[in-house]
């Protein structure tokens, strides 16, 4: 994980309600963990991964499928944490719906995702448009070429998020969104709540 992708988890968690309990879903043993941001060292923590079960400073890391949290009570965490999962599912689908699910009412989930930057723009693609025009190339294709993180599969890799996406779809039901693009190639951190469960005679 980079420097600034941690600090943005950093800045996004120290402004929210210190969680009792924090759950990271993606969590690797060789990875640096969302676990060890310093908002959270009071909480109880859990972080779920296919690596086989280990201990993590304070927390406990379980070897589960995020497809089936089941073996975790639903709704039973302040805060919920993934970063650099999403985009190696192939159903990714699946695992943000227990994301989902895990998050109580109220409660906090926080994604990070790779992301692609606006056509023909940042200095990579000015160096292409001038060599494409010192050559005598079409320039139409270059200009509408973006940065996007490369492929790193572990074990393979399937997607590419946009900010639209992130609020859309990745972030779909919760409230108080806010999304930060950083880094080049981007990189997405999206903060979403989770409503209140209303009652009937609100």
Not at 33 to 51: F, I, K, M, N, T
Not at 85 to 104: G, I, K, Q, T
Not at 135 to 157: E, I, K, N, R
Request: charged residues 20%.
């Amino acid at each position: 994980m980079h420097d600034a992708v941690f600090d943005e988890f950093a800045r996004l968690t120290a402004r929210l309600p210190p969680p009792r309990h924090v759950l990271e879903v993606g969590i690797a043993k060789d990875a640096r963990s969302l676990l060890d941001l310093p908002a959270l060292q009071r909480a109880e923590c859990v972080g779920v991964g296919l690596d086989p079960p280990f201990q993590l400073g304070h927390a406990r890391i379980l070897t589960a499928n995020a497809h089936d949290l089941g073996a975790l009570s639903a709704a039973s965490f302040d805060m919920v944490l993934c970063n650099s999962m999403l985009e190696h599912d192939p159903e990714f689908w699946r695992s943000l719906a227990e994301m989902r699910r895990m998050v109580r009412p109220g409660g906090y989930l926080l994604l990070g995702v790779p992301s692609y930057g606006a056509m023909g723009v940042g200095r990579v693609g000015l160096r292409q448009r001038l060599a494409a025009r010192l050559l005598g190339h079409p320039v139409a294709a270059l200009q509408a070429a973006s940065l996007t993180l490369g492929f790193h599969g572990f074990p393979d890799d399937f997607y590419r998020f946009s900010s639209s996406a992130m609020k859309q779809v990745l972030l779909a039901g919760f409230e108080n969104l806010d999304v930060v693009q950083l880094l080049s190639p981007p990189r997405l951190i999206g903060l979403g709540q989770k409503p209140m469960v209303k009652n009937h005679g609100e």
